[in-house]
């Protein structure tokens, strides 16, 4: 705290350091009065005061200070002082350092005691200079980066000095106006450079040079290998300081033992690359090897397990991997992650989430620029697998139809008033542009096939129906189916198609005779509940036809098997999941069929041939009018709609993978 008290043309400032003291008018304390300036000239000005009286204390410190405004506080202006006891009367200091030409000053007296400070009137003068600093010595002469220097002279400012290591300006930490403490810089620098000196505005420059300290490498032994080995390096000037750093390509190393002629390091895993400049620095010089150390590819040589799950843990050992896990990249394959633990010889890594071409995958590991793949692979035992999504068509799309043939799954994608064709390869986990449906534009057409040609057609009141030449990619169109239909669908059973009318209570059965490329109406489908349930799907299973219908509000599938030989339908048992009832997917494996929920539901149900019995699988993500088909065991789902929004996902099912 401060308090100012106005005295005979006095001012006095008391700066207590440990405790706020009133002042009051005393003779305890020294006071003083600053004289004009005298004998200003090119070169510089001198200071004069008078002490008035000494008080008690005794004085341990007194100068002038002077600053380009008129402030009550010292701690930033320029000062020039002695320290020790001092009698009353007048004293003068000649100053011919830290002052502007033709700059307006304002200079104030001051003595010290050991707990107050007391300054004198200011007094203004105008300043036509002063003399450059000029540098007389500095300690030591050789250093290193971060070291501290100590420069002797004359003419320095107490408050506004620049250090400069040739271009490079270092920290100065300490100041007078004879003595300068500053901080080698940490910029990289010549070897040998001139101090330089600036004090408002004029400067100073060493005779001599100061000079850096520079490691220097001879060789490093063994000349290649893998992270986290031990080198040795020899050579000269390794400092043992905590500045003293090992780099392979700028990647600090640490350093097991060093002394100054050589050094012990491991081989930092940070420096992810294959060829490394070994370098050695001490504060910042470095001196590097002219020789590369080579990092061993990696190799792995042997998995945890063969069968994984996404998201399970695989353990795999080998050589040559990097200690730091975010510098292995391990490949299963399109499917990239980093390992959650890694040392030289093992890495332990999760089963990547995302999209895979094959359940049979390589693994590989990316490190150090280099890539190693394994020679066997493992297989991907998750009973859902990613395959990517279907082709897009943007939001207003949706699937037109599908089926299988073979070793592919075929399909429709509806968009734009055109149905493009596609073939999809599970094999390859490819789609493959086959060209556009030639019929009417609709949505939810059904699809039959007959030996190497597929049967499609209805839905939206349209009655065209066409065959599709499976192996030549041709298509031509057939008899018209006799109604027009909001909705169909159907199967195939010894050669002949057969089509029920899904939301249709008479003239809803027909068959489609190949060979005579006409329809043949049958005795009406009818279900329990005639009125109020509808159709919602079917296929064919051995030599018969199977559907699937709703009982109305009971919600309830009604499912029914058809036998050609004998024209009969026979109801099994009805499947019991609150199920509604709008394109659903299905399929059939290992002699099962399976019905995927639509979007109001969850459960994955299976029917059992063998014993008429449902079961239901596990919860699944619901779908309408989606694609789907079955290639050998495996069944591909994708696309659709869930609550209406459009759905563009593709994933196999196999449950025994």
Same mark, same amino acid.
Request: hydrophobic residues 35%.
């Given at each position: 705290m401060k308090r100012i008290l106005l005295l005979h043309g006095v001012l006095i400032f008391v700066f207590c350091m440990s405790c706020q003291k009133d002042v009051v008018e005393s003779q305890e304390y020294p006071r003083l009065i600053t004289l004009e300036v005298a004998n200003v000239t090119e070169e510089g000005a001198t200071f004069n005061a008078e002490i008035l009286t000494l008080g008690i204390h005794p004085i341990v410190e007194y100068g002038f200070s002077w600053d380009t405004v008129s402030t009550e506080y010292m701690t930033r202006s320029e000062k020039i002082s002695r320290y020790g006891a001092r009698s009353a009367g007048v004293f003068s200091f000649r100053s011919e350092s830290a002052l502007i030409k033709d700059q307006e000053y304002f200079v104030k007296a001051f003595v010290r005691t050991e707990n107050l400070t007391v300054v004198g009137t200011t007094v203004r003068f105008h300043s036509k200079g002063s003399l450059p600093p000029e540098i007389s010595a500095f300690d030591p002469t050789i250093a290193n980066w971060g070291d501290t220097l100590t420069l002797k002279g004359e003419r320095f400012s107490a408050r506004e000095n620049q250090v400069f290591l040739g271009e490079i300006e270092g920290e100065v930490v300490s100041q007078s106006d004879s003595l300068l403490k500053v901080v080698v810089p940490f910029e990289k620098n010549e070897e040998r450079v001139k101090l330089m000196v600036k004090t408002i505005g004029q400067e100073a420059i060493s005779r001599d040079d100061f000079i850096y300290r520079k490691p220097v490498v001879d060789a490093f032994d063994p000349g290649h290998g893998a992270f986290g080995d031990t080198i040795t390096i020899s050579g000269s000037h390794f400092l043992n300081t905590e500045s003293l750093k090992v780099t392979f390509n700028g990647q600090e190393a640490k350093i097991l033992e060093a002394s100054w002629q050589k050094l012990r390091v491991q081989a930092p895993g940070e420096a @992810?690359?294959?060829?490394?400049?070994?370098?050695?620095?001490?504060?910042?010089?470095?001196?590097?090897?002219?020789?590369?150390?080579?990092?061993?590819?990696?190799?792995?040589?042997?998995?945890?397990?063969?069968?994984?799950?996404?998201?399970?843990?695989?353990?795999?050992?080998?050589?040559?991997? @990097?200690?730091?896990?975010?510098?292995?990249?391990?490949?299963?394959?399109?499917?990239? /992650?980093?390992?959650?633990?890694? *040392?030289?010889?093992?890495?332990? &890594?999760?089963?990547?989430?995302?999209?895979?071409?094959?359940?049979?995958?390589?693994?590989?590991?990316?490190?150090?620029?280099?890539?190693?793949?394994?020679?066997?692979?493992?297989?991907?035992?998750?009973?859902?697998?990613?395959?990517?999504?279907?082709?897009?068509?943007?939001?207003?799309? $949706?699937? %037109?139809?599908?089926?299988?043939?073979?070793?592919?799954?075929?399909?429709?994608?509806?968009?734009?008033?055109?149905?493009?064709?596609?073939?999809?390869?599970?094999?390859?986990?490819?789609?493959?542009? +086959?060209?556009?449906?030639?019929? +009417?534009?609709?949505?939810?057409?059904?699809?039959?096939?007959?030996? #190497?040609?597929?049967?499609?057609?209805?839905?939206?009141?349209?009655?065209?129906?066409?065959?599709?030449?499976?192996?030549?990619? +041709?298509? !031509?169109?057939?008899?018209?189916?006799?109604?027009?239909?909001?909705?169909?669908?159907?199967? %195939?059973?010894?050669?002949?198609? =057969?089509?029920?009318?899904?939301?249709?209570?008479?003239?809803?059965?027909?068959?489609? #005779?190949?060979?005579?490329? *006409?329809?043949?109406?049958?005795?009406?489908?009818?279900?329990?509940?005639?009125?109020?349930?509808?159709?919602?799907?079917?296929?064919?299973?051995?030599?018969?036809?199977?559907?699937?219908? *709703?009982?109305?509000?009971?919600? %309830?599938?009604?499912?029914?098997?058809?036998?050609?030989?004998?024209?009969?339908?026979?109801?099994?048992?009805?499947?019991?999941?609150?199920?509604? =009832?709008?394109?659903?997917?299905?399929? /059939?494996?290992?002699?099962?069929?399976?019905?995927?929920? #639509?979007?109001?539901?969850?459960?994955?149900?299976?029917?059992?041939?063998?014993?008429?019995?449902?079961?239901?699988? *596990?919860? &699944?993500?619901?779908?309408? #009018?989606?694609?789907?088909?079955?290639? !050998?065991?495996?069944?591909?789902?994708?696309? $659709?709609?869930?609550?209406?929004? %459009?759905?563009?996902?593709?994933?196999?099912?196999?449950?025994?993978?």
């Open positions: @992810n690359q294959k060829n490394l400049q070994l370098c050695v620095s001490a504060n910042g010089l470095a001196g590097c090897s002219q020789d590369l150390f080579i990092v061993d590819p990696p190799v792995i040589e042997r998995l945890s397990q063969q069968e994984v799950k996404i998201g399970e843990n695989l353990v795999i050992d080998g050589r040559g991997f @990097n200690p730091l896990p975010n510098n292995n990249v391990v490949l299963f394959g399109q499917q990239s /992650i980093t390992p959650w633990n890694a *040392s030289s010889s093992r890495l332990e &890594v999760g089963i990547p989430d995302g999209v895979y071409d094959s359940r049979d995958v390589t693994v590989g590991l990316q490190t150090a620029e280099q890539e190693h793949i394994f020679g066997s692979r493992i297989r991907i035992m998750n009973i859902w697998l990613n395959k990517g999504s279907i082709p897009d068509h943007g939001i207003f799309s $949706g699937v %037109a139809f599908s089926f299988s043939h073979g070793q592919y799954g075929f399909c429709g994608i509806a968009s734009d008033n055109q149905i493009t064709t596609y073939r999809y390869n599970p094999a390859a986990n490819r789609w493959l542009k +086959t060209g556009t449906f030639p019929g +009417t534009f609709r949505f939810e057409m059904t699809a039959f096939v007959i030996g #190497d040609d597929a049967y499609v057609g209805g839905f939206n009141g349209t009655q065209d129906f066409w065959k599709y030449d499976i192996l030549n990619n +041709t298509w !031509e169109q057939v008899a018209d189916f006799p109604l027009p239909n909001m909705g169909m669908t159907s199967f %195939a059973v010894n050669g002949n198609g =057969y089509v029920v009318c899904t939301v249709s209570k008479s003239s809803n059965f027909w068959e489609y #005779d190949v060979e005579a490329d *006409s329809w043949v109406k049958l005795s009406d489908f009818v279900q329990k509940d005639r009125f109020q349930g509808s159709v919602d799907l079917g296929f064919s299973y051995g030599s018969k036809g199977y559907l699937l219908a *709703s009982s109305g509000p009971s919600k %309830a599938d009604e499912f029914w098997e058809y036998d050609p030989s004998i024209r009969r339908w026979k109801q099994l048992a009805s499947q019991m999941n609150l199920q509604t =009832y709008g394109k659903r997917s299905f399929f /059939i494996i290992k002699n099962e069929f399976y019905l995927m929920p #639509d979007s109001y539901n969850e459960y994955l149900c299976k029917y059992n041939f063998s014993d008429n019995k449902w079961f239901i699988v *596990s919860r &699944v993500e619901g779908r309408e #009018d989606g694609l789907c088909f079955t290639v !050998e065991d495996a069944t591909y789902i994708g696309g $659709g709609h869930n609550y209406g929004k %459009a759905l563009k996902d593709f994933w196999e099912y196999n449950p025994h993978p």
